[in-house]
Structures are given as C-alpha cells and as structure tokens.
C-alpha cells in the first residue's frame, strides 16, 4: 500500500540495518510466560471487591525484558503514584509501565461483575492477567490484543523525508543518521570529542540563552547535542542528531488508539517540589548500542572501560538522557531522586526509574545527598551489564 518505490526504499533501509520495523523486544511471549503476582495467564490473579469500593492497586512491573500496557475494561484508572511517590490524580484507561517501574491506580467498580486486569507485553506477544470479582466463580473475558506494533522514524530518531528517496516516509521530530552511513555531521560531531565520556555542560553555552545561562528547575536542556568520538567505531549503530522531548508521547503501540493513555507529561507532584533550586551544572549521557551485534554502552563505552561519574556532595544537576538506540531504555539511579522536569518547576515529580524513548531526549534533576558510591543502570537486565555506569558522590 506504499507504493514499489517507497516500499523499496523502506525494506533496503531496515535491511542496511539488519532489522525488522517490528524489532520492540529483544525477548518475547515466545519466551517468557508472562506472571502476574506468580500466576500465569491461564490461571490468572484474582483480587475480591465489593460493588461501590475504591480499590487501591499498585503495579511493579518486576520483569527482567518486558515493558506492559495496562488496562482493566470497563474500569477508568485513577493515576495517584509514580515510583510510590504521590502525584496529583490523573484518570485514563490505560499506561504502559517500564521494568522496575511503579504506579498506584485507584479504580472504583460500580457493578456486580468481574473485571479483567490485562497487561499485554509491548511486543503483543504475550500478556499476564487478574481478576477483578466480587465472586470468585466470576470471570472475565481476555480482550485481544492490540494490533502488532510498528516502529516508525519517530521511534528510530530519524527525519527520512530529508534523504534522497525516502520522501513520504514516516517523519518524526528530530533527525538521526545510521552508523554505517558518513555524514557531514558526524565528520563535525567528532572534531575535539575524544575523551568526552560524559558530556558536562557546564561551561558550554545552551543554543538560545546567553551568558551560559542553564534553564530553571522544571523547564529541561536547550544544550546542544554533542556525540563524543567515543560514540563513532562499530560498537554504535545509531546516533540522534536532533532528538526532542516526547514526554507526551505514549509510545510505540500506543498513539491514537482511541484510549487516554498516561505520559509523562500528565506526572505532577501532589505537593511543592521538595528541592525548588536551580541546576549548578548539566551531564548529557547518551544511550548507545549496535542492535546488530548486541552491543550497548553509554557514550558508546562499555562499563568495564568507563570512569566513575561524580557528583559533589549537596549539589543540585541536571541529566539529560539522549536515546541514540531504536529501543525504550529504564534508566535507574540508584541512591538518590531522579526529578523529571516535565514543564513545572513548581510540582516536578519524583522518581526513581525514568523511561527514554527511542530517538528522545528526557531531563531531570537530582540532588546529590547520598554520600559513596552508587550504580546507574539501564533496567533491561541484558543491556544492564553494559549501559551502566558508577556514580561516585563526595565532598
């Protein structure tokens, strides 16, 4: 339905890659049988009710590859925590969870039947369901699942419309070149980056202010996005040249399915945000890896070959995240808050797993008042290994 040319021009694209427009997971439901609190979809978790209660359930996605899309039909989700911190209710009909991410939801059935708790992989592939009764002789049919996601260049971190022969291809909000592709911005990228294992900005002038002003609490980076020499070599496949927040972006499977869906932007603090200060310096670490060969790194470095990045004591900084990778990454800093700068500097909520979508950018600050060492890791458990780095604080 593409037409030859384009469909032409699409498949010689993926296949450059060695890859699928259908590559979500590295694992699938062919793998994995999907639990839901130990019981498998065939049995299913059942939680009892009385007609006209408010539940209170709370979801930890504690899976080792998989991100879920959550809903219960019939039912609307009240939001009311994130990472177990309480955030100001949001209602929708559905929210995907990344791994090791929490959220508590308030549901309120008004009726006399049973309610399917359905959370289908991101992949469509497999799911884990609950029920919700007031009789445990009750249950409730399984919906199906969604159609089969499709990645598009909004999820690849590319702008195809600009290269030859890709006109009409699915655009997205910012531009992105292949790792087996010369481009003039990459010979520009890497002049004066070697040794650039992260990316500190504070002496760099943000494009659009002046005087090195860095923007206030709640508002993000506007610093320019530099891949370091590290990122270019086979163990990258992918950079972002232009990536842009998506914090209102559901994600892949997920836009325009006729659902609310919770994002990101909908997260705000249930109460003033408890370190209001400004950031006394920015890191921009990018989330690196070559899906053909199932390498993944951070500023295109390995952990095993990778400094400690500090942190001093009492300082308040900001990181921003940029997803050079076609894949959803939960990044975790163990030890401290991560605040997710979503717009509002006043309620910015706080968590301790933050999702970066595929050619994103994503900003949030912590305050550093944990002393000693600590991991900062992406969640998947086989990137894990790789895209980690220690994060040493000191006075």
Known sequence: DKGLARTWSDRSMWNRMRMSDRDISDITGYTYTYLMNGQPPAAGWTGLFKKGEKVRLRFINGSAMTFFDVRIPGLQITVVAADGQNIEPVTVDEFRIGVAEIYDVIVEPKDDRAYCVFAQAIDRTGYARGTLTPDPALTADVPDYDSYPILTMTDMGMDMASMPGMKGMDTMQGKGDMGGMTSMQDMKAMKGMAGMQ??????????????????????????????????????????????????????????????????????????????PRDPGREIQLHLTGNMARYMWSINGIRYADAEPIAFTYGERLR????????????????????????????????????????????????????MGGWAYHCHLLYHMLAMFRKVVVFR
């Open 319 to 370: 990181i921003t995240f940029v997803n050079d990778t076609m894949m959803n990454h939960p990044m975790h800093l163990h030890g401290m808050w991560s605040d997710l700068e979503t717009g509002d500097g006043r309620h910015i909520p706080r968590k301790h797993t933050v999702i970066v979508q595929p050619g994103s950018k994503i900003s949030y600050l912590v305050t550093a008042d944990a």
């Open 198 to 275: 992260s990316m500190d900005h504070t002496a760099m002038r943000s494009s659009g202010r002046k005087n090195n002003r860095r923007g206030p609490a709640g508002t993000g980076s506007d610093a320019p996005i530099i891949h370091a020499k590290t990122e270019f070599g086979p163990q990258v496949d992918m950079r972002a040249m232009s990536p842009k927040y998506r914090l209102d972006d559901p994600g892949v499977g997920l836009r325009n399915n006729g659902r609310r869906v919770l994002t990101y932007a909908d997260l705000r603090n249930l109460y003033p945000t408890p370190d």
